[in-house]
């Protein structure tokens, strides 16, 4: 057989139910293509060996009902793996191990699924580039010196690099859904309270989601209804039935009504980005879809409001990294407060620091009117813009980054510049509805480009049809030569 | 708007982060591009609207007041990078 490696999750699945390949041996075969991707740094820590027992375990006890029969996947390390080091990118939690799983993680395992390994991400997940990691920075397979996006960037890169046949990670701005565009993947933000949030090392609680990376639309139906689900756990969990998103998966997407947002079409952006998204309406229409003009008056607004609600949940949820219950502490420091203070100044780097700052100015006394309330209020006008729309369109296309992917230290030093690469990103999350980023094409210098659909709460089925249907109309093909294994 | 660097030195002790003396500057000009970029807020009217508390259309659950978890006390001084047996260790605190 050639190398399975190159199949998608669907057809692994496919073979190892009609048993014409082992869990063992697909579970090899991308423990020697990890062994070979180390340039790319996708990885922080790899669970070999746990992948083959369970691998083992499954063949000699095949149960062919689950949704990944003996499938190995690697995941962000930013979900909490019982027993696996858990480091969230930053040297904070080099070394903590912890002792129970996250619930996505433990919906993944108990459909078959086991451990390959944790994935190099941003630290604390702040990040567009996978450039702030305490572990150093991500290459993009597509391309030498060129970042994979991020935060998701580990994941989107060993996807692509085929190290892992899918993946998981989290979006609290467009972590999934930029990687996966600057990666010609395919990422799926959930609805808000669609997946879990329990044992994933939180960054922006309000904003956070988890959701799958994959290859194919059909990989991520596949991922999502194994990942989701109500989890009693989660406050802000949406308690509803599970559902049957790979069964239920078809092209025909006559009828339904495509919003196309004006606000989306921003100063500067290259006119290949603009003939993609001309590309993704042609392709929709002529599926039977119809495309109609709408607005959403406060995008604009979107990114202010994003700076001042994550940064302020950032800074009271990292606020618990005092030294003393987990993580690292300082050796320096006569007393308490000085222990507390060299611990996160050493522990933590330089962006999250800037965020945390950010965030305790903007809740500090005499300023939390001005800035958190005053966002808070921005982000319901936002919420009201999506509320609008979705009266008259059932989806709404646009571009998933305002550029391809760009060059490691290119905008490192400009946080601004770094920020505004979310700019089609961060809405969907300030108002928690679920979006989608297909890859469609490639810019003139060969890197992919995305799409986005974005979708009505709870609307991810819709999302995944009409994702499934430029996916077959597009003609993508990803180009990677391997470099690395050179 | 402008972060100064007393500014910075005050949100830093809050967030008990202590700070190199020469990285002050150098964040107080990020922070204040930073904080100008944000400034576009207020070119909106919000008198009229009521700030999100929840993106949810769902209200908090309740559960029964019972015992679910526990006994594991083991289990969360494992990670502690300074421990005994049964407590976590801090510098002194009371003279």
């Known amino acids: 057989m050639s190398d399975i490696t190159n199949n998608s999750l669907t057809e692994i699945v496919d073979l190892i139910k009609n048993k014409e390949i082992k869990s063992e041996e697909v579970t090899n075969a991308y423990i020697h293509n990890v062994k070979k991707g180390k340039k790319l740094n996708s990885f922080i820590t790899e669970s070999f060996d746990n992948a083959l027992t369970n691998s083992k375990n499954f063949d000699a006890k095949p149960n062919y009902n689950l949704l990944l029969p003996g499938i190995p996947l690697a995941v962000k390390d930013l979900f909490c793996t019982n027993g696996v080091r858990t480091t969230a990118g930053s040297k904070m939690l080099e070394n903590f191990v912890p002792t129970y799983e996250s619930t996505v993680t433990s919906n993944l395992w108990s459909e078959g699924a086991f451990l390959l390994g944790k994935l190099n991400c941003d630290e604390y997940a702040m990040g567009s580039s996978n450039e702030t990691s305490f572990f150093g920075n991500v290459i993009n397979p597509v391309k030498e010196n060129t970042v994979p996006g991020g935060s998701s960037g580990g994941s989107a890169s060993a996807l692509a690099a085929d190290l892992t046949p899918a993946t998981i990670g989290t979006d609290t701005g467009g972590s999934i859904r930029q990687p996966a565009s600057f990666t010609g993947t395919v990422g799926l933000k959930p609805t808000y309270g669609l997946c879990s949030r329990w044992g994933i090392v939180a960054f922006a609680s309000s904003l956070d989601q988890a959701g799958p990376m994959t290859k194919t639309v059909s990989d991520c139906a596949l991922m999502l209804e194994a990942m989701a689900g109500f989890d009693p756990k989660d406050s802000t969990s949406i308690d509803r039935k599970k559902e049957n998103y790979s069964k239920k998966l078809t092209h025909n997407i006559k009828g339904l009504k495509i919003g196309i947002p004006k606000e989306y079409r921003v100063d500067g952006m290259p006119n290949e980005i603009e003939e993609l998204w001309e590309k993704g309406k042609k392709i929709l229409k002529e599926e039977g879809a119809e495309i109609i003009d709408i607005s959403l008056p406060h995008t604009e607004y979107a990114l202010p409001t994003y700076y001042i609600v994550a940064p302020a949940e950032a800074s009271s949820n990292l606020a618990r990294y005092d030294g003393v219950k987990y993580g690292f502490r300082s050796s320096k420091g006569s007393n308490l407060i000085e222990m507390y203070e060299n611990t996160r100044s050493e522990g933590f780097g330089d962006e999250v620091k800037r965020r945390i700052l950010i965030g305790t100015y903007v809740l500090s006394s005499g300023y939390y009117d001005a800035y958190y309330i005053k966002a808070q209020k921005v982000r319901k006008l936002i919420k009201s813009d999506f509320d609008n729309a979705f009266i008259n369109v059932d989806a709404i296309l646009t571009p998933s980054t305002p550029s391809s992917a760009f060059k490691i230290g290119e905008k490192k030093d400009d946080p601004i510049s770094m920020y505004l690469n979310d700019i089609f990103t961060v809405p969907t999350n300030l108002a928690g509805v679920p979006a989608i980023s297909v890859p469609i094409g490639h810019d003139k210098n060969n890197l992919p480009l995305g799409l986005q659909l974005i979708g009505k709460p709870l609307g991810e089925q819709t999302l995944l049809n009409l994702a499934l249907a430029m996916e077959s109309k597009s003609n993508f093909k990803q180009n990677i030569n391997k470099w690395w294994e050179k | ?95």
């Open chain 2, 1 to 95: 708007m402008s972060i100064d660097k007393e500014n910075i030195i005050h949100t830093a002790k809050l967030a008990r982060i202590s700070l190199d003396e020469n990285k002050v500057e150098s964040l107080s000009k990020d922070l204040s591009n930073i904080f100008n970029f944000i400034e576009k807020l207020s070119k909106i009217n919000t008198d009229q609207v009521n700030p999100l508390t929840s993106i949810l259309d769902q209200s908090l659950r309740t559960r029964e007041d019972e015992v679910t978890d526990g006994g594991i006390r083991d289990k969360i001084l494992e990670n502690s990078p300074n421990k005994n047996e049964e407590f976590f260790i801090v510098p002194k605190v009371i003279e």
